[in-house]
């Protein structure tokens, strides 16, 4: 921290702050804060079993913050049932029931979890604001991303947020003082999943020893067709932890992002399998091996593609965190099924001379 940076106490409900310039940013040392401290009481609330027009209306009584961003759908025991834009509320039928728009696959903070548990979640999400529970799902408040900058409220362009959101991930880094230990802890587990897949791989390659020998290329080529499969599988799996990271999860979402991939993973693998197999047939002048080696790019890039987009979203279903577990996984499973497409194929040729 250099000399420009100043501790401040502003009046916003007792935020502690540390100005860096001319940047407000909440310090790094308050991530083990419980997140109850930041919480903001003044949030805009309709009922679930209001209609728009009756939510609207209700809107013009409250006392509506100038940094608005969602409107929460509760019951009226103040469980949270749903969220919604204030757009999407404005711009619907006044006569649908509010529940039928709402959003209800929510992302939330519990009341009993610190700062740094809701830095995780706005990553995760990339929403503005979240709500605030407790045990039995009663919002108790909102906390929303004015916490790492005064300015936020008024960032317009998607690069603008995305400062914004680097930000929350440059303070979690420094919040988090990982002896190394606990790093080789965390790490270890998920290293193991390519400790496994590569014994998986060698056993698949003992079982196949007599076609090596008799088709030597097969040997020749099979890093090639391995790399390959793992870039795809690698592009898809960034993609798709992007996209999630973007929007609210739904499986909607995620057939979109596999209709943009798919279509591109069969063309990098035509593409990639022709190459590759002209230069095999070129090489060794063997026809059926080419075909082999062209096939199996084909079908382990269409594979890779499917497990870099299912599996990531998977893991988001089931509100873990896919950027840690995704790229192992993903991994281990496309070399495996590489080498199960790529001897299935070469034995099934064989077999027909």
Same mark, same amino acid.
């Given at each position: 921290?250099?000399?420009?940076?100043?501790?401040?106490?502003?009046?916003?409900?007792?935020?502690?702050?540390?100005?860096?310039?001319?940047?407000?940013?909440?310090?790094?040392?308050?991530?083990?804060?419980?997140?109850?401290?930041?919480?903001?009481?003044?949030?805009?609330?309709?009922?679930?079993?209001?209609?728009?027009?009756?939510?609207?209306?209700?809107?013009?009584?409250?006392?509506?913050?100038?940094?608005?961003?969602?409107?929460?759908?509760?019951?009226?025991?103040?469980?949270?049932?749903?969220?919604?834009?204030?757009?999407?509320?404005?711009?619907?039928?006044?006569?649908?029931?509010?529940?039928?728009?709402?959003?209800?696959?929510?992302?939330?903070?519990?009341?009993?979890?610190?700062?740094?548990?809701?830095?995780?979640?706005?990553?995760?999400?990339?929403?503005?604001?979240?709500?605030?529970?407790?045990?039995?799902?009663?919002?108790?408040?909102?906390?929303?991303?004015?916490?790492?900058?005064?300015?936020?409220?008024?960032?317009?362009?998607?690069?603008?947020?995305?400062?914004?959101?680097?930000?929350?991930?440059?303070?979690?880094?420094?919040?988090?003082?990982?002896?190394?230990?606990?790093?080789?802890?965390?790490?270890?587990?998920?290293?193991?999943?390519?400790?496994?897949?590569?014994?998986?791989?060698?056993?698949?390659?003992?079982?196949?020893?007599?076609?090596?020998?008799?088709?030597?290329?097969?040997?020749?080529?099979?890093?090639?067709?391995?790399?390959?499969?793992?870039?795809?599988?690698?592009?898809?799996?960034?993609?798709?932890?992007?996209?999630?990271?973007?929007?609210?999860?739904?499986?909607?979402?995620? +057939?979109?992002?596999?209709?943009?991939?798919?279509?591109? @993973? *069969?063309? $990098? %693998? =035509? !593409?990639?399998?022709? &190459?590759?197999?002209?230069?095999?047939?070129?090489?060794?002048?063997?026809?059926?091996?080419?075909?082999?080696? +062209?096939?199996?790019?084909?079908?382990?890039?269409?594979? @890779? *593609?499917? $497990? %870099? =987009? !299912?599996?990531?979203? &998977?893991?988001?279903?089931?509100?873990?965190?896919?950027?840690?577990?995704?790229?192992?996984?993903?991994?281990?499973?496309?070399?495996?099924?590489?080498?199960?497409?790529?001897?299935?194929?070469?034995?099934?040729?064989?077999?027909?001379?």
């Amino acid at each position: 921290m250099d000399s420009r940076t100043t501790s401040k106490h502003t009046d916003d409900g007792g935020l502690n702050r540390i100005h860096i310039g001319n940047e407000i940013t909440l310090a790094s040392e308050h991530l083990h804060e419980p997140v109850s401290k930041y919480v903001r009481t003044r949030f805009t609330r309709v009922y679930v079993d209001c209609t728009v027009e009756r939510a609207l209306s209700l809107l013009r009584t409250q006392l509506i913050s100038d940094r608005i961003a969602y409107v929460y759908v509760t019951d009226h025991e103040d469980v949270l049932k749903g969220v919604l834009p204030l757009r999407q509320l404005i711009g619907s039928d006044p006569s649908v029931p509010v529940a039928s728009i709402m959003i209800t696959d929510l992302a939330t903070v519990s009341i009993d979890s610190d700062v740094r548990a809701a830095c995780e979640v706005f990553l995760d999400t990339r929403l503005l604001a979240l709500p605030v529970v407790d045990e039995s799902g009663r919002i108790a408040g909102v906390v929303d991303i004015s916490l790492f900058a005064d300015e936020a409220a008024e960032l317009q362009t998607e690069r603008e947020l995305e400062n914004v959101f680097q930000l929350i991930g440059v303070h979690l880094a420094l919040g988090k003082k990982q002896s190394p230990l606990v790093a080789f802890r965390d790490r270890f587990p998920w290293l193991l999943f390519n400790v496994g897949s590569g014994i998986v791989c060698a056993l698949i390659a003992a079982r196949n020893e007599l076609l090596i020998a008799e088709i030597t290329i097969l040997a020749l080529f099979l890093t090639v067709v391995l790399a390959l499969a793992e870039s795809v599988s690698m592009q898809s799996m960034t993609l798709t932890l992007q996209a999630l990271a973007n929007q609210p999860f739904s499986w909607r979402l995620v +057939g979109v992002t596999l209709g943009k991939e798919l279509p591109s @993973a *069969c063309m $990098l %693998g =035509v !593409g990639g399998g022709a &190459v590759v197999g002209l230069v095999a047939l070129a090489w060794r002048g063997e026809g059926e091996a080419a075909l082999v080696i +062209g096939l199996s790019i084909l079908l382990s890039m269409i594979t @890779a *593609c499917l $497990l %870099g =987009v !299912g599996i990531p979203s &998977v893991i988001r279903a089931l509100r873990a965190n896919p950027r840690v577990a995704s790229g192992p996984i993903v991994l281990a499973i496309t070399d495996i099924g590489t080498l199960v497409f790529y001897f299935s194929l070469a034995a099934t040729v064989l077999a027909a001379r």
